[in-house]
């Protein structure tokens, strides 16, 4: 089995790639081309301690978080959380020159800021998908722009404000990638509309697959693990495209197949609601009635 590299601080990941030491032990903007790993293997796996976020051209390899893979077939922006796993398989049949860069942010430079806990809520730190965020020449240039205000910044002489100042360009960096991430979702329809099919599919077959019954109503990561997504990625998509999140489909999904039951067969209300997972089928009922406006029964007597 192959080493897993673990990099603590930033100076850890310089050295590594044989980089000068950082200007900031706490944040480090990188020349990605300047970027050389040392070692003959064809993968690299690692563990990092701080935040990442890379915007890379050209990189002859492939990029793996967790068991997703990146696509890097143009020039993207991605990001990466402390101790998530990273794996890197190397081409090195393919001779490219990569371009980009790659910001260094370890969490204790955002310690007694807004950006501390606020972080942790930007769902492209947490995404699991098999696109990264794609960008436009123009939002490549805002992107550029912002890596470079923030090094001139810790690249000056440091004082009470250099902090303050960083993190207020970090801020505008996440509402920026917040933009690009929903504007990407319409502008790659393909990749989103098979996702939107693969989510009807999976949905269906765990109600037909008699899952109910032995499982219980399907959670949102149940879902999202099934399609290798993150629940997060998939409310988005799902909340972007049909204004519902995950689990009101979910729920809508409950509700349809209870409608064909009560119209189509003698189940009983509470055979029904056993039937879709649910242990009290007054649970069954309160629900039904949030949604349809009428009882089970009364809904059944509609039919009869």
């Not at 398989?89 to 490219?96: L, N, S």
């Not at 505008?172 to 393909?190: H, N, S, V």
């Not at 697959?209 to 399907?218: A, F, K, R, S, V």
Request: hydrophobic fraction near 35%; charged fraction near 25%.
């Amino acid at each position: 089995m192959k080493n897993i590299f673990r990099f603590n601080t930033l100076s850890d990941f310089h050295a590594f790639c044989n980089l000068p030491n950082p200007e900031h032990p706490l944040i480090s903007l990188i020349d990605y081309s300047k970027v050389r790993y040392p070692v003959n293997d064809t993968e690299l796996k690692w563990i990092q301690n701080y935040y990442s976020i890379g915007l890379k051209r050209n990189v002859n390899a492939k990029f793996n978080y967790g068991q997703q893979e990146y696509d890097f077939d143009s020039g993207v922006l991605c990001f990466v959380s402390p101790l998530q796993f990273l794996r890197i398989e190397m081409k090195p049949d393919v001779e490219v020159e990569p371009t980009g860069y790659l910001l260094l942010i370890h969490p204790d430079f955002l310690w007694g800021t807004s950006l501390a806990k606020k972080i942790k809520s930007y769902e492209f730190f947490s995404y699991q998908i098999n696109e990264a965020l794609f960008l436009s020449d123009k939002e490549e240039k805002i992107i550029v722009d912002l890596f470079k205000n923030i090094e001139k910044e810790y690249q000056t002489n440091i004082d009470k404000f250099t902090q303050e100042l960083i993190v207020a360009q970090l801020e505008l960096f996440m509402i920026y990638a917040e933009r690009f991430y929903e504007r990407q979702f319409f502008t790659r329809k393909k990749s989103s509309h098979e996702l939107l099919e693969r989510f009807e599919e999976v949905l269906s077959q765990y109600f037909e697959n008699g899952n109910l019954i032995e499982h219980g109503i399907p959670s949102v990561k149940t879902i999202a693990e099934q399609m290798n997504i993150s629940p997060n990625y998939l409310g988005t998509l799902l909340r972007i495209h049909t204004q519902q999140n995950t689990q009101q489909h979910i729920q809508n999904k409950i509700i349809d197949t209870a409608k064909e039951r009560l119209s189509t067969t003698n189940f009983s209300v509470s055979e029904i609601a056993y039937e879709l997972g649910f242990e009290h089928p007054q649970s069954f009922s309160k629900l039904f009635k949030q949604k349809v406006n009428q009882s089970p029964g009364e809904f059944r007597r509609l039919f009869n």
